[in-house]
């Protein structure tokens, strides 16, 4: 039975938190179509794993059969959360945008995972082509020709990371945006525009999790 990874990014529970609400739709989706699967949830939020040290860190770039003691227990954080990911048939990943770029919690995940020679450094690596769905959600708006367009380091940086240069996954990418907008005054007049966004990016998750759960049944 495939198994997906869902990883929460977000401080917020889901009755405010866009990018929780929206993964849960794909979630959702997924469950009822693959009931016998298996979903791993890591949230990040409330369970936030340690940042990177600098044993463990080093050790990323050692053969593991070459690990002194010390190297192999500050390792086996990464290993584990490693081997979680390449173990899963296909990845969620809750990624709201705090000032301009990804939550500090989720950079750490990544700081662990990402493993030269093993998970990174596309295009031979151990997650090559797993399917990665990714909610970026958003309080403004940052798209092509907007006037924040520049400020924006979450797609950026996630396509690097994420896509054919860094672990090789097939990334797509769900953005709500403007969720700020009804509960900003400045922002009245893009709270339809707000709205429809939310609503094209619950359609976009339901029918992107009911498609891998068909596929990989």
């Not at 301009?100 to 998970?119: F, N, Q």
């Not at 907007?146 to 400020?151: G, N, Q």
Request: charged share 25%.
């Amino acid at each position: 039975m495939a198994t997906l990874l869902h990883i929460d990014s977000s401080v917020y529970p889901r009755e405010v938190s866009v990018s929780r609400d929206v993964a849960a739709s794909f979630r959702k989706a997924w469950e009822a179509e693959h009931p016998d699967g298996t979903v791993i949830h890591r949230d990040l939020g409330t369970e936030p794993i340690p940042h990177l040290e600098g044993v463990a860190a080093a050790a990323g770039f050692i053969a593991p059969e070459e690990h002194t003691p010390e190297q192999a227990a500050a390792f086996r954080l990464r290993d584990e959360l490693a081997t979680e990911l390449e173990r899963a048939d296909a990845v969620l990943i809750g990624a709201p945008m705090y000032n301009y770029t990804i939550p500090s919690t989720l950079k750490a995940w990544l700081d662990h995972v990402i493993i030269m020679g093993r998970t990174s450094g596309a295009p031979t690596t151990t997650l090559a082509g797993k399917p990665a769905t990714v909610v970026a959600s958003r309080g403004g708006g940052y798209g092509p020709g907007t006037p924040r367009e520049s400020f924006e380091f979450v797609l950026t940086y996630l396509e690097k990371i994420l896509g054919k240069d860094g672990f090789g996954l097939d990334v797509e990418f769900i953005v709500p945006e403007l969720t700020l907008a009804e509960g900003n005054p400045a922002m009245a007049d893009l709270v339809e525009l707000s709205k429809t966004s939310r609503a094209r990016a619950h359609e976009a998750a339901e029918a992107r999790g009911k498609a891998l759960a068909a596929q990989l049944a």
